[in-house]
């Protein structure tokens, strides 16, 4: 944190003092030039999300759904006995199957969308809700938010180094200087997470273990852009 404030300090001696920074025009012999550096580093995804479905088909809509809300009361009750787990229902539908000559059959499923940041308590009580009868839709791992922000200072510092590195470098290649830096653009930290990937339906609702998963590790980024004003060396 502090090189970060060095950074931008040294930068806001480049800038424009108050009474020029209504000016946004270059005065003669200015060279402008637009930068952009990227600061990246790999860092363990920590977050494991997982989507499961209790499915009931029936030829009764009521019973169909007192089987699905039966089903999920006792899926919920099994997931906030598990303290590092947060759970929430998702989409509930019910609709029918009509086909000429056959019985309607009424087809219902409800989602359960779990998240927790100790991923091998997460990975047992899915283990426990496919023995339960419920389908895993997917499992997606990501880098948690509280881990992006605290590796942003340190990124941010770097990229905004590297981007007055460049700036000399090329303000030398030209025989300038560098005269302001202006307009500076600061992202936040961004990636992180990895596509989902599906699982069998049939093979998760009679799983006899819980289901195994790697998350890897994420390239995490940080980009920044800014405006160069560069003018003939001793201007």
Same mark, same amino acid.
Do not use: C
């Given at each position: 944190?502090?090189?970060?404030?060095?950074?931008?300090?040294?930068?806001?001696?480049?800038?424009?003092?108050?009474?020029?920074?209504?000016?946004?025009?270059?005065?003669?012999? &200015?060279? $402008?030039?637009?930068? @952009?550096?990227?600061?990246?580093?790999?860092?363990?995804?920590?977050?494991?999300?997982?989507?499961?479905?209790?499915?009931? @088909?029936?030829?009764?809509?009521?019973? &169909?759904?007192?089987?699905?809300?039966?089903?999920?009361?006792?899926?919920?009750?099994?997931?906030?006995?598990?303290?590092?787990?947060?759970?929430?229902?998702?989409?509930?539908?019910?609709?029918?199957?009509?086909?000429?000559?056959?019985?309607?059959?009424?087809?219902?499923?409800?989602?359960?969308?779990?998240?927790?940041?100790?991923?091998?308590?997460?990975?047992?009580?899915?283990?426990?809700?496919?023995?339960?009868?419920?389908?895993?839709?997917?499992? @997606?791992?990501?880098?948690?938010?509280?881990?992006?922000?605290?590796?942003?200072?340190?990124?941010?510092?770097?990229?905004?180094?590297?981007?007055?590195?460049?700036?000399?470098?090329?303000?030398?290649?030209?025989?300038?200087?560098?005269?302001? $830096?202006?307009?500076?653009?600061?992202?936040?930290?961004?990636?992180?997470?990895?596509?989902?990937?599906?699982?069998?339906?049939?093979?998760?609702?009679?799983?006899?273990?819980?289901? &195994?998963?790697?998350?890897?590790?994420?390239? $995490?980024?940080? @980009? &920044?852009?800014?405006?160069?004003?560069?003018?003939?060396?001793?201007?």
């Amino acid at each position: 944190m502090r090189h970060l404030l060095r950074t931008i300090a040294a930068l806001a001696l480049l800038a424009p003092s108050p009474a020029l920074a209504a000016d946004t025009s270059a005065p003669p012999g &200015v060279t $402008i030039i637009h930068l @952009t550096e990227r600061a990246e580093r790999l860092m363990a995804r920590d977050r494991l999300r997982a989507g499961l479905a209790v499915e009931v @088909t029936g030829p009764v809509a009521q019973q &169909v759904q007192a089987e699905i809300n039966r089903r999920m009361e006792a899926a919920l009750a099994k997931a906030k006995s598990v303290s590092t787990v947060k759970a929430e229902t998702g989409g509930y539908s019910v609709y029918p199957e009509r086909n000429q000559g056959k019985p309607t059959l009424w087809h219902g499923q409800q989602t359960l969308n779990l998240v927790s940041d100790a991923p091998a308590d997460l990975l047992a009580l899915m283990g426990d809700l496919q023995q339960q009868g419920l389908a895993t839709q997917g499992l @997606t791992f990501e880098v948690a938010e509280q881990t992006l922000r605290k590796a942003e200072d340190g990124l941010t510092a770097e990229a905004l180094a590297a981007l007055h590195q460049r700036a000399d470098k090329v303000a030398g290649d030209l025989g300038m200087a560098v005269q302001q $830096i202006r307009d500076v653009t600061v992202g936040n930290a961004e990636g992180g997470a990895r596509p989902p990937f599906p699982m069998m339906r049939a093979a998760a609702a009679a799983a006899p273990a819980p289901p &195994v998963a790697e998350p890897g590790d994420a390239q $995490i980024s940080v @980009t &920044v852009q800014a405006e160069i004003w560069l003018a003939p060396k001793g201007q």
